[in-house]
């Protein structure tokens, strides 16, 4: 998507150990023109879905799966990050490892939230080894609902998550592809 790789162009800092911060338009301050144009875009590439649930993770996802709720008229379920899993069975869990904070979450769904009838749309901001959609996965398969595909605003195609999603048989659209980032000169290519 041609708008989002001009503003990561833009505005992207290019960082140490292979991280993006985009805080100035996607996950601190938001641009939600921008964010509607991903809906936009989001709703084209996953038209033949039957989807009526999406599902992330808080919290940076939550701000760009609520303007894609919007054009597909859904309900957004995040799934939670906890220090105490609740163990009176009423929650799906997982654990889910940060990219950026290198540190391990457990996180949860409520049971009320997620069931078998359910067609999931994921959706989060960035797409890097793939730890945080997987975990959202288990907790689809947990709950017998179905993945119908995952939408991702920025994946990282240096990192190995999208491929192996992919490999998998998953329906994976990245808005924008980075091929690879130097956090010296700053530069960023795209895979196009
Ligand atoms: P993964 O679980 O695929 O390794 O990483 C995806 C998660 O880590 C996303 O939910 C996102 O919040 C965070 N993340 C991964 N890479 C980056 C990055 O380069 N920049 C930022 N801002 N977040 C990232």
Known sequence: MELLEK???KDGIVKAGNVL???????????IALFNEMGKEFKRLFADKPINKI?????????IACIVAQYFQVPVVFAKKTQSINLDGDV?????????????YDVIVSKKYLGPEDHILIVDDFL??????????????NASATVEGIGIAIEKGQQQGGRILREKGYHVESLAIIE??????GKICFRR
């Open 7 to 9: 503003r990561i162009q």
């Open 21 to 31: 911060k985009v805080d100035h338009f996607l996950n601190h301050q938001m641009d």
């Open 55 to 63: 599902l992330t993770v808080e919290a940076s996802g939550i701000g």
């Open 92 to 104: 799906y869990s997982t654990k889910i490892e940060s990219f950026t904070h290198k540190r391990v």
């Open 128 to 141: 890097a080894n793939g730890c945080a959609v997987n975990g959202l996965i288990e907790l689809i398969e």
């Open 180 to 185: 690879s980032m130097d956090d010296i000169t």
